[in-house]
């Protein structure tokens, strides 16, 4: 079954409220403008209820259908954006300095209205659908704080499905896997103590800039030499912080970064090898160090029965050799995650295209994925509550 017809009618509609949403971002739980539209479009749709502040700004809307029936299901979409500027000169370019949609969750947000408008209108369904819109995926962990505000069992929520846009995959194609599908996101902090001095005279001093190069290269040894080559995993320094000037050798630095993995032992070797190598390196050249490591997002992991019939439910959509049921682990991290601890479910990639890539000041959600996305949706509600 291809595109659904009202779908493809609500297109145009649709796109404005992604390219409004897209020059209007705003961060992590601070989505009060995209929190307050969602919510008056949701009831301006007939929902049956609409419900703020679950999760400090997240919103649900729940639309029963009219066919007798208990199930419940919940669909998910994020609202924030990233601090970032934009550099895609379109007319719907972001307003707010420092501040873009680089991700795609404008087109998550009005993919799941468009969804949420049609199913209002059609109830073709037994049971209810949950619309989950979710604020603060980028680093505030806002699906966890639904989950702890009560989103799956205030409303009954069974099962629960996630979707991201997806650069690279060609437009129209699905693509997904049971199992371990994004990886767990850990913070590493690292600061350093040294001795500072003036920059000519070195051997008087203990270089905090040195111990951090130091210490930087040997992290790179524990993915080659420490995890078994057939797992996967990611250390990453992005941060380094020292010196204010070009002839002190700083007393402090800092360094900040990441550690992905898709399995749980991997993830506590990661852990265990970091702590060592700093400690043995500052060790090394006379300095000092304190390491924080900070358990971040876990692994999106797809339950086996509800990833067959995501993917089924795809090939619907985009036809049977559109939907690749067997893509790797991605090594981005989703807090999807832990609505998939709660309840089974299963989170799936619908291509963007040729498009830059996410979280890039380039990017822009194409428009033209629209109707696939929200038949997707739409599909996927009306054969779960199937009568």
Partial sequence: MPIVNRVADLHREITAWRRDLHAHPELQYDVHRTAASVADKLRSFGCDDVVSGIGRTGVVGVIRGRKAGRKVIGLRADMDALPLEEETGLPHKSTVPGKMH?????????????????????????????????PAEEGGGGGLAMVRDGLITRFGI?????????????????????????????????????????????????????????????????????????????????????????????????????ARSLKPEVRKLLQKRIGEIVAGTAKLYGATARVTCTMGYPVVVNHER??????????????????????????????????????????????????????????????????????????????????
């Fill in 102 to 134: 680089a991700c795609g969750h404008d087109g998550h947000t009005a993919m799941l209205l468009g969804a949420a408008k049609y199913l209002a209108e059609t109830r073709n369904f037994a049971g209810t659908a949950v619309l989950i819109f979710q």
């Fill in 306 to 387: 509800e990833t067959a019939f995501a993917a089924e439910v795809a090939r619907e959509i985009a036809g049977p050799d559109k939907v690749n049921t067997d893509v790797p682990p991605v090594m981005g991290a989703e807090d999807f995650a832990y609505m998939l601890l709660e309840r089974p479910g299963a989170f799936i990639f619908v291509g963007n295209g040729d498009s830059a890539g996410l979280h890039h000041p380039a990017y822009d959600f194409n428009d033209e994925v629209i109707p696939v996305g929200t038949s997707y949706w739409v599909r996927l509600a009306e054969t779960a509550l199937k009568g």
């Fill in 158 to 258: 069974e099962e629960v499905y996630g979707m991201h846009n997806y650069p690279g995959i060609p437009l129209g194609q699905f693509a997904i896997r049971p199992g371990p599908m994004m990886a767990a996101a850990d913070h590493i902090e690292i600061a350093l103590e040294g001795k500072g001095g003036h920059a000519a005279r070195p051997h008087l001093a203990v270089d905090t800039i040195l111990v951090g190069a130091q210490i930087i290269n040997q992290l790179q040894s524990i993915v080659s030499r420490n995890v078994d080559p057939l797992e996967s995993a990611v250390v990453s320094i992005c941060m380094f912080q020292a010196g204010h000037t070009d002839n002190v050798i700083p007393q402090h630095a800092r360094l900040r970064g990441t």
